[in-house]
């Protein structure tokens, strides 16, 4: 077989200007080493920033540029330079604001002039984990950035040398040229001959997002199993719902970045262009992005050959038009009575019709629950009890 690669696709911005960059601004002092605590809620690292004095909280983002919430734009009042036509995660398309703040203060460091985007407070994410920002690639374009899930620690430093890395976990890095996405290969067969290039996303929750036009190119070369697809809705990025999509859930034989093999990946398609490594894979190795060398190190936490098989629901939730609702099912078997758009009732008899949008986000993807007892009820008015259970 011969070998494959498949490229990313990166959203061109639309901006007043053709050759306008979000890679702007500086980190100060030109040396520096900052340790900061992370909380770790929805796939979100979140880490306290200081504007003007005051402290919000900032998710840490490498798959976007560095933004901030419509409140705290009103707050801080900053120069406006124009806007710019972005996508969302789910490929969804809109025109934000971007504003330079001329500070944020990450502990003893500090980013000057950075641009900014200006995104709506209602965001699900912004609104449901209290998010004011986040800090994007762009800003961190000039620094060696660690991500260390096991001791919630994030490490920013000018320089390699001391975060003690081992050069034969790394490999190459590109980065995008408007933002500075990093970019990199991953293998997805025990030959490699089969590679294809993703985004390291550390703003979203989950393991590994397969582009639908690269899923299915590669479907037919035998490296995904228990393949599940279905027509629905599960997703809501930054602009909102995305339309029903046939998506596909499965897991890769083999998912290999570096020395790193990851073997059963459980995966999902998207319908973003752009395929991603998510901050589940956290949890397998600390992972390093060195912007300056174009590096990434994917240090195994244990083994270099680990199993990534991840017990999932069988059903999806999604939260539109009003209800909480069944947004996919996977395994349709399992949940005789359940279809998709059947509103959920009830979780573990807590009731979900007086909750509001955040309460119902946080409710049936809460990781420690390994099994939910559902009411549910269809187009018909007729109400169902259903017990699913994580596997």
Request: glycine share 4%; proline share 3%; with cysteine.
């Given at each position: 077989m011969k070998s494959i690669l498949l490229f990313l696709l990166i959203p061109i911005f639309v901006f007043g200007q053709d050759d306008f960059s979000l890679n702007q601004g500086r980190i100060s002092p030109n040396k520096y080493f900052q340790e900061l605590p992370f909380e770790f809620l929805k796939g979100q690292i979140i880490i306290t920033v200081s504007i003007n004095g005051d402290n919000y909280r900032f998710s840490l983002d490498t798959g976007a540029?560095?933004?901030?919430?419509?409140?705290?734009?009103?707050?801080?009042?900053?120069?406006?330079?124009?806007?710019?036509?972005?996508?969302?995660?789910?490929?969804?398309?809109?025109?934000?604001?971007?504003?330079?703040?001329?500070?944020?203060?990450?502990?003893?460091?500090?980013?000057?002039?950075?641009?900014?985007?200006?995104?709506?407070?209602?965001?699900?994410?912004?609104?449901?984990?209290?998010?004011?920002?986040?800090?994007?690639?762009?800003?961190?374009?000039?620094?060696?950035?660690?991500?260390?899930?096991?001791?919630?620690?994030?490490?920013?430093?000018?320089s390699t040398k001391p975060l003690n890395l081992d050069r034969k976990f790394s490999q190459k890095m590109e980065l995008t040229s408007n933002q500075s996405?990093?970019?990199?290969?991953?293998?997805?067969?025990?030959?490699?001959?089969?590679?294809?290039q993703v985004l390291f996303d550390s703003g979203m929750e989950g393991l590994f997002d397969m582009s639908l036009r690269y899923f299915s190119n590669l479907i037919k070369y035998d490296l995904f199993?228990?393949?599940?697809?279905?027509?629905?809705?599960?997703?809501?990025?930054?602009?909102?719902?995305?339309?029903?999509?046939?998506?596909?859930?499965?897991?890769?034989?083999?998912?290999?970045f570096s020395q790193l093999k990851l073997e059963n990946a459980t995966s999902y398609t998207t319908k973003s262009p752009n395929s991603r490594v998510e901050t589940k894979v956290l949890e397998f190795a600390i992972v390093t992005l060195d912007y300056k060398k174009e590096r990434i190190y994917f240090s195994p936490i244990g083994s270099q050959v680990q199993n990534a098989s991840i017990p999932t629901f069988p059903i999806q939730p999604n939260y539109k038009d009003g209800k909480y609702q069944i947004g996919f099912i996977w395994y349709p078997e399992k949940v005789p009575n359940i279809n998709i758009g059947d509103e959920i009732l009830s979780v573990n008899d807590i009731s979900c019709q007086d909750k509001s949008i955040c309460e119902l986000f946080l409710l049936l993807t809460n990781s420690d629950n390994q099994k939910l007892n559902l009411v549910t009820k269809d187009k018909n008015g007729i109400e169902y009890k259903s017990t699913i259970i994580k596997e």
């Open positions: 540029p560095t933004s901030i919430s419509d409140e705290l734009y009103k707050t801080l009042n900053p120069s406006n330079i124009g806007t710019i036509e972005v996508s969302d995660a789910n490929n969804e398309k809109d025109s934000l604001k971007v504003a330079i703040l001329k500070s944020i203060k990450l502990g003893d460091i500090e980013i000057k002039e950075a641009p900014t985007l200006v995104v709506n407070s209602e965001n699900l994410i912004y609104k449901c984990i209290e998010l004011d920002g986040n800090i994007g690639s762009n800003s961190l374009r000039n620094s060696v950035v660690q991500f260390d899930y096991l001791n919630k620690k994030v490490r920013i430093s000018n996405s990093p970019l990199l290969w991953v293998k997805l067969d025990q030959n490699d001959k089969v590679k294809l199993t228990n393949v599940k697809s279905v027509t629905g809705n599960h997703s809501m990025g930054l602009h909102g719902n995305t339309t029903d999509t046939l998506h596909s859930q499965f897991q890769i034989k083999q998912l290999k």
